[in-house]
């Protein structure tokens, strides 16, 4: 692959769509789906987003349990993005023995050693810990609150968090 710009793992409930909302945010638009993987429901995205993140110096993959619907209903119809690239879950939801998040194993595993900013609504400091022990790269795990989605200042410490990896910084996840 010749892109060398990080990767950016994707979540969508929480991070674009935020489902833990008192109710539709300004900016965002209610839009009704019905997938294989995700059945018939009802979510807020932000058409604004899709442009926002293209923006960012990553390489785009979604890494969320919409898995390649990701592409066609938030990614190609409400945010306007590319096709990306898709972490297809070996399994979803399973319990950790040291009771690491479902994905943070696999995430890891795509990687591929490749150093990664993720967004999700639930990673937390277990997650992070055993990245910064069993991924040989830097990695930034960037908890996003499902109640607010992802807001400018979370687009700025991406920003921040790229542009420090060139010189030596964000190593240690
Ligand atoms: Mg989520």
């Known amino acids: 692959m010749t892109d060398e710009r990080p990767l950016l793992m994707l979540d969508v409930d929480g991070p674009l769509n935020p489902w833990a909302a008192p109710g539709c945010p300004p900016g965002y638009r209610t839009y009704v789906v019905t997938g294989l993987q995700v059945g018939t429901l009802s979510v ?4 604004a987003h899709g442009e926002r993140l293209q923006r960012l110096p990553y390489h785009l993959v ?8 990701a592409n066609v209903v938030v990614g190609g119809r409400a945010l306007g993005l590319p096709t990306l690239e898709v972490i297809e879950w070996t399994g979803m939801h399973l319990p950790d023995p040291d009771g690491l998040y479902w994905k943070t194993r696999q995430v890891v595993a795509w990687a591929a050693g490749r150093p990664f900013a ?3 609504d639930e990673i937390g400091e277990a997650d992070r810990e055993w990245v910064a022990a069993h991924h040989d790269a830097p990695a930034l795990l960037h908890w996003v609150d499902p109640r607010v989605g992802l807001v400018e200042e979370d687009f700025v410490a991406l920003e921040r968090w790229a542009d420090g990896l060139g010189h030596g910084e964000g190593r240690s996840a």
Do not use: C, I, K, Q
């Not at 807020?44 to 058409?47: Q, R, V």
């Open 44 to 47: 807020w995205l932000n058409p």
């Open 118 to 120: 993720w967004v999700d």
């Open 62 to 69: 979604w890494a969320t349990t919409w898995m390649h619907e």
